[in-house]
């Protein structure tokens, strides 16, 4: 058993900073459009069978790659949530990465009995208390706490880490708002070198990765308020049951809920900096989310103007696929990244609409989760995430 300070040791030892992306990176407009129009233009090039390629130097924030990868150690993992539907997606993701050691999982339910689908080693779930969890992060015999817990429940595990050196991950929306904890979690934009260098990680919202991704590459070319249409499946809702995931009340239908204020509206806004207005509802489909998003322009531009622009801001991107047509929620359940596509414009070339998709449970959690883990502990940031 590592004591605390081998265990500081250790991880400090571990966590090579990564090299400072090359540009500063925000979604939000940049001061000279024209500017990143020219950058983008030197970057495409024609290949000799005249198809346009996209070099990576059109994407402000790329992946860091083998660039982070210093850390040759396995990292021991704790999961506190481990029953949920998150915590069961990162189980399936941890049990697959060369480097994760899931060591501790905790539930009130499921206390006592053995962790299933983990083959690495034996787990037995335990009902830990804020005190347990502070004695074994003392001990040493975890590196990074995983918080899988609804909204308003983590403050006490938080707070009796206190300041250890322990990464802690957070999928609530406990931290999304607070600029004291060290990152907000979503590295296609927000600098990977200061994820990689956070010891508290707070996980963007499902519906909100992917109506920020799917915004942020036009934000510079806002005519006026954006509108996310938002359906997810009802893993959304988690596990204790609520109407959103009631399958009976689900079946045939399309359940509107919380139109204006959600708290996904409020994280959209906040962290693209831009009045964004959410409309959710639940499905009767297990998982999976589709976004229709209506844009209008500040300038008249065409459809193809706009992929561009989209397939440019994420040149060199494993999780974000740029597509022609509109991306179906069937398509996306089970795997890893978002597609966005569509990028139907109206007829004044002053509004666009663009369509995502994103498996809640993966990309919307705990993949989003693993890419953070990877990061913060020195591993490829792709390190066991299936890519395709
Ligand atoms: N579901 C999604 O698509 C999604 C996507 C992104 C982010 N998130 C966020 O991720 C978090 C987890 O979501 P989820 O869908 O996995 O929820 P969930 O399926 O309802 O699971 C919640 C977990 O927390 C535990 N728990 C609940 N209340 C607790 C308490 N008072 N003290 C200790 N443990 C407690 C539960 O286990 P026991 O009851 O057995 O202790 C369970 O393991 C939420 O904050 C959610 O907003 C969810």
């Known amino acids: 058993m590592l004591s605390a300070t081998s265990r500081a040791l250790r991880i400090a030892a571990c966590r090579v900073p990564p090299p400072a992306a090359s540009t500063a990176v925000s979604p939000m407009p940049e001061a000279s459009p024209s500017r990143s129009t020219q950058i983008a233009a030197r970057a495409r090039s024609l290949s000799s069978t005249g198809r346009v ?15 982070n990868a210093s850390n040759e150690m396995p990292s021991r993992i704790g999961l506190i949530g481990a029953r949920g539907y998150t915590g069961q ?3 399936e993701l941890l049990d697959k990465h060369p480097n994760m050691d899931l060591c501790h999982v905790s539930s009130r339910e499921l206390d006592g009995q053995e962790l299933k689908d983990y083959t690495k080693r034996k787990i037995i779930y335990k ?15 975890v590196d990074c706490w ?4 609804p909204n308003g429940v983590c403050q006490p595990f938080v707070r009796a880490l206190g300041q250890s050196s322990s990464l802690i991950i957070d999928l609530s929306a406990d931290h999304r708002f607070d600029g004291t904890w060290g990152s907000y979690g979503l590295p296609e934009l927000v600098q990977r ?3 990689a260098q956070s010891t508290r990680i707070s996980c963007p919202g499902c519906y909100s990765t992917g109506s ?15 509108t996310v249409f938002g359906v997810s499946g009802y893993s ?16 045939d239908n399309l359940m509107p809920y919380s139109l204006t204020g959600h708290i996904h509206e409020q994280e959209i806004s906040h962290h693209l900096d831009v009045p964004t207005a959410f409309i959710p509802h639940c499905a009767s489909w297990f998982r999976g989310i589709h976004l229709t998003i209506n844009i209008p322009l500040n300038k008249t531009m065409t459809s193809r103007d706009v992929r561009q622009i989209y397939q440019d801001r994420y040149a060199g991107e494993k999780l974000v696929k740029v597509v022609g047509e509109a991306p179906l929620v069937k398509s996306i359940q089970n795997r890893h990244g978002v597609e966005i596509g569509a990028f139907a414009v109206d007829d004044t070339g002053k509004r666009v609409v663009v369509c995502a998709t994103i498996d809640n449970l993966n990309k919307g959690a ?14 490829d940031e792709y390190q066991g995430i299936p890519i395709d």
């Open 212 to 226: 920020q991704l799917a915004l942020a590459p036009v934000l510079e070319h806002l005519g006026g308020m954006p």
């Open 53 to 67: 390629s996209y070099a990576i130097n059109t994407n402000p924030n790329p992946p860091l790659g083998k660039k």
């Open 146 to 149: 995983v918080m899988a817990l």
């Open 89 to 91: 997606a990162l189980v």
């Open 236 to 251: 959304g809702a988690g596990t204790k049951p609520s109407p959103k995931n009631d399958v009976h009340l689900l079946r």
């Open 193 to 195: 070198s200061k994820i």
């Open 127 to 141: 009902n830990l208390s804020p005190e347990e969890v502070a004695q074994l992060d003392k001990e040493g015999q």
């Open 366 to 379: 705990a993949t989003q989760c693993l890419q953070n883990m990877n990061l913060a502990l020195g591993y």
